[in-house]
């Protein structure tokens, strides 16, 4: 029996990078297992930033064949609703969903957020338990950017797994996660 290695996709937030808060953290912990790690640095900015832009991107990583059942997808903040829109646009199946601060359909921010995230959100959120059977989510109850009961309803609605973080924030590196060593048990 041919066993088939798990890849990584790490996901940025909003005005972020993959060189920002726990992800080359969680890259350098994965690849010292010699796994397959992923960490696409998306546009950012107003105008730059929207669910078009990102989903060219992220093609490009389904048509070389690095997402598939055997992805463990990890995103922060903007990035959960992204991925999950993206898998359910594109009929795409994962192994594992790992979302940290995740949310949909939040307004409020400020102007320049909100500009950049209206695009990722989407209505029917659900949909996405039909292409991913573990969907972890991680959050705070004392997010400066993101109210509690929002990140708490995003995972109500498809966490098969969910944990708050007791004075977390943002879980980012403001509020010194940039390690995270939670995110290895889902490894």
Not at 46 to 58: A, C, D, E
């Amino acid at each position: 029996m041919i066993h088939i290695k798990n890849n990584y996709l790490l996901v940025h937030g909003s005005f972020g990078s993959p060189f920002v808060n726990w992800i080359p953290w969680l890259r350098k912990e994965l690849e010292k297992d010699n796994l397959e790690v992923y960490t696409p640095d998306f546009p950012t900015g107003v105008g730059y930033q929207n669910y078009n832009n990102w989903s060219k991107l992220l093609k490009v990583y389904i048509e070389a064949g690095l997402i598939n059942e055997n992805t463990i997808i990890y995103a922060h903040s903007i990035a959960p609703i992204f991925v999950c829109k993206f898998l359910v646009d594109n009929n795409i199946k994962v192994k594992r969903l790992v979302f940290v601060c995740g949310f949909n359909n939040y307004l409020g921010i400020n102007e320049e957020y909100d500009a950049v995230n209206e695009s990722m959100y989407f209505d029917n959120l659900e949909d996405i338990k039909q292409f991913c059977n573990e969907i972890v989510c991680y959050y705070s109850d004392n997010d400066p950017y993101v109210r509690h009961d929002v990140e708490k309803e995003f995972a109500d609605t498809i966490a098969t797994e969910q944990h708050c973080i007791h004075n977390g924030c943002h879980l980012n590196s403001e509020s010194n996660y940039t390690e995270f060593k939670e995110l290895l048990s889902h490894k």
